[in-house]
């Protein structure tokens, strides 16, 4: 069964950093491209960065490029979001999705990242 399981949020001050991992088991990992998404309270998920399959393409939101960078590891079924330069407005919960699935178990439970001083 596919699993999704991020780790590393928390609470950290403006202009600090963190790095967001995302476990992923029950399922071929190195055949999937896969997101990162953010919720704000009362609003709709927002897709801010998607990784290939090889780790070589990704994609970043302007909210937060050059702050935020995506990497994945295949033989370890994880995949990474090293936060830089954080800012209040980065408060979110922090999800990692299987691209193309539509399902929930395709999704993490979520993580929450705090950003203020």
């Known amino acids: 069964q596919v699993q999704l399981v991020e780790s590393g949020g928390g609470l950290v001050q403006p202009g600090g950093s963190l790095m967001l991992s995302c476990a992923a088991s029950?399922?071929?990992?190195?055949?999937?491209?896969m997101n990162w998404w953010r919720q704000y309270p009362g609003k709709d998920r927002e897709l801010i960065a998607r990784?290939?399959?090889?780790?070589?393409?990704?994609t970043i939101s302007n909210s937060v490029k050059r702050r935020f960078t995506l990497a994945r590891d295949n033989a370890k079924n994880t995949m990474y979001l090293q936060m830089d330069s954080l800012k209040p407005e980065d408060t979110a919960v922090y999800y990692c999705?299987?691209?193309?699935?539509?399902?929930?178990?395709?999704w993490g439970q979520g993580t929450q990242v705090t950003v203020s001083s």
């Open positions: 999705h299987r691209s193309g699935c539509g399902l929930p178990l395709c």
């Open positions: 029950g399922f071929d990992f190195s055949s999937f491209a």
């Open positions: 990784i290939s399959t090889s780790g070589i393409t990704t």
